[in-house]
């Protein structure tokens, strides 16, 4: 969460604007609606979604298409606080993006809703009311995403769902993000070979998921409990238990606490991000529990996570470079503003919205397991995170075991 931090579940029918906005994968298959966007001639540039990387080369080979677009880019960001992904790489990644295929400032527009529903709802109508023609929406919650998207159709602005399907959306949109039942299947392969590697007897595992409300949280469980499942049916690992979870770390914190003292056997967690296991690692040291004997897991390579691993108290994190989000967002934005089809190089996936009975039209980048092992070649290595950051105070003799400097 990036969390990642999550993606937009719905509890209900879409929730209207009010007064302020009134009067796993298969081929994608193009909705009817999606006839009013031309098929792509055979000139244009076919980009692959597997062919973008950090120096996003792949980005000037649609300057042609920014050339012949026509309006703005709207992009809707969430938050600050839940997630610090949207500051320090979504917002800077995607100007990139978009400056390196050709678009100038006044031809997209970054906006921040800072934790408020009506906000982001206030920016949406400022872009669609300026001639946005393309919005792709990350939102707060599923609703109020909902009705942005249903009023950016209803004007002829094409949407996108950025690192969060908006469930209950309008049938004729796009969705990029990471295959996030993979990430859930990375998180479990990572408690597997840990549970191995740090050697710990009988396993007994506290299974803590994200936000029950959260779309991404519902599928990264379904990749690690696919995982673990078949462990727990055949007695080499215990369940303990699997309750209600969270992307709040004080909260996450405070259920292991209370988890722990219940079950005092527990000697392994599986933590859906960096920062809920961040707050059990620091109820383990509370209690001096030793390095590499009770495995935590995590994801969004976030600074603490790294430094946890690198002194042994998390065995890996999930790795999504968000300048392959940032890109593949990016490009799907040009062809659409452009009036053309994306070619099915770029866009590789469905995705079902439960709520419309759907099939999305989306775009999947992949993710990577980060362990000591690889943590050189890949964060540091994209400079996600700088060798100086990473290395700082009492990790720096991991850092050196690791072959960091």
């Keep these: 969460m990036g969390t990642v931090r999550r993606s937009v579940g719905v509890t209900g029918a879409v929730v209207s604007l009010g007064l302020v906005l009134t009067a796993c994968s298969s081929s994608p298959t193009p909705s009817a609606t999606a006839s009013a966007t031309s098929t792509a001639p055979s000139a244009a540039p076919q980009v692959n979604a597997a062919d973008f990387t950090s120096d996003f080369s792949v980005m000037k080979q649609l300057t042609g298409l920014a050339s012949q677009g026509k309006g703005m880019v709207g992009v809707l960001l969430p938050d600050t606080t839940t997630s610090t992904r949207y500051v320090q790489y979504d917002a800077p990644y995607l100007t990139k993006a978009f400056e390196a295929a050709g678009l100038s400032s006044s031809q997209f527009k970054i906006d921040n809703a800072n934790g408020s529903a009506s906000t982001m709802q206030t920016q949406a109508e400022a872009d669609i009311n300026a001639g946005a023609s393309v919005l792709l929406v990350d939102p707060l919650d599923a609703g109020s995403g909902a009705a942005i998207e249903a009023k950016a159709e209803a004007a002829g602005v094409k949407v996108i769902d950025y690192d969060r399907l908006v469930t209950g959306g309008p049938a004729d949109r796009y969705y990029v993000s990471f295959d996030n039942v993979a990430v859930g299947k990375l998180i479990g392969q990572g408690e597997v070979q840990c549970l191995t590697d740090w050697k710990v007897s009988k396993p007994n595992i506290l299974i803590m998921d994200g936000d029950p409300t959260d779309n991404n949280a519902k599928l990264f469980a379904q990749g ?81 996570g790294l430094q946890n691993i690198l002194t042994g108290y998390q065995c890996g994190t999930v790795y999504k470079p968000i300048y392959l989000e940032a890109q593949a967002a990016a490009a799907l934005a040009l062809y659409l503003r452009a009036g053309q089809t994306p070619p099915s190089t770029l866009v590789n996936s469905t995705t079902t919205d439960s709520v419309i009975g759907k099939q999305i039209k989306s775009v999947y980048t992949t993710p990577i397991w980060v362990t000591s092992a690889n943590m050189g ?29």
């Design 224 to 304: 690690y409990n696919g995982v673990l499942q078949p462990y727990f049916d055949n007695k080499t690992y215990v369940k303990v238990g699997e309750p209600a979870g969270t992307w709040t770390p004080s909260v996450a914190a405070t259920t292991f606490e209370q988890q722990y003292t219940a079950h005092p056997n527990i000697n392994a967690v599986v933590t859906p991000n960096d920062d809920n296991a961040n707050a059990v690692i620091a109820v383990l040291k509370k209690d001096n529990i030793p390095a590499k004997t009770f495995p935590t897991t995590g994801q969004d390579a976030s600074l603490p």
């Design 377 to 405: 070649a890949t964060v540091v290595k994209d400079g996600a995170v700088t060798a100086s950051e990473l290395c700082a105070g009492n990790v720096a003799a991991a850092c050196t075991a690791a072959g960091i400097s």
